[in-house]
């Protein structure tokens, strides 16, 4: 039986249209760039977000947070107890036969939330069940996707550990944003890898949901 999955990154407040799909993945840096207090994210959260995942054309949509969800890892009893979706944070559900991991954490980025460095990744990876059908994750493995142009050339900004992870277990799809630049998709063995932001390194809403079927 196929699904038809559409991923998305990077909102930042911004709300896009949903074709209809089986499933929708949301990686992260869910919350308008305007305003980083965990108590105004809450707030976007229980009310503008809730309402647009309500209404959204998918059976199923799975989320995570990002570097900029603040609330998530410094404020969460403010978060809603319920749901209209599913929320993983170093967790993972099983859904028509398809098992779906999601974890936040990236290499350590500004001051932001979710960031840790490479001995403390490798722990979170770790947890990262070898029967992981889907993976959402915010940051990007190292050199798919996380490129940052610089006056001296591309800095990569993903992580080593993840890479290797994902080669070990060999999911059939793993979905990132993080890295606005990064925009696209990758093939490694069985695994399709891609860059499903939405907006550009501008924080203009430029690109479309990703649309796959697996």
């Known amino acids: 039986m196929s699904h038809t999955i559409v991923a998305i990154s990077d909102l930042h407040g911004a709300l896009p249209d949903i074709p209809p799909c089986d499933l929708l993945l949301i990686a992260g840096d869910l ?34 947070a990002g570097n900029h969800d603040l609330v998530f890892e410094q404020r969460p009893q403010l978060l809603p107890a319920y749901w209209p979706a599913t929320y993983l944070q170093d967790s993972g559900i099983t859904w028509e036969n398809l098992m779906i991991w999601g974890t936040p954490w990236q290499p350590w980025f500004f001051d932001w939330a979710f960031n840790l460095y490479e001995p403390e990744l490798k722990k979170k990876w770790a947890l990262i069940p070898a029967g992981a059908d889907i993976l959402v994750v915010h940051g990007p493995p190292h050199g798919l996707g996380d490129g940052v142009p610089e ?64």
């Open 151 to 214: 006056r001296d050339g591309v800095r990569h900004t993903g992580s080593p550990s993840l890479l290797r992870r994902i080669e070990e277990i060999r999911p059939k799809l793993v979905v990132f944003g993080h890295i606005h630049e990064g925009r696209g998709q990758w093939q490694i063995g069985p695994t399709l890898l891609a860059n499903v932001t939405i907006l550009d390194e501008s924080y203009r809403h430029v690109y479309e949901p990703w649309v796959h079927v697996l």
């Open 31 to 64: 919350c308008p760039i305007t305003n980083h207090d965990p108590a105004f994210q809450a707030a976007w959260l229980r009310t503008d977000f809730r309402d647009w995942v309500e209404v959204v054309p998918a059976r199923q949509t799975v989320f995570i």
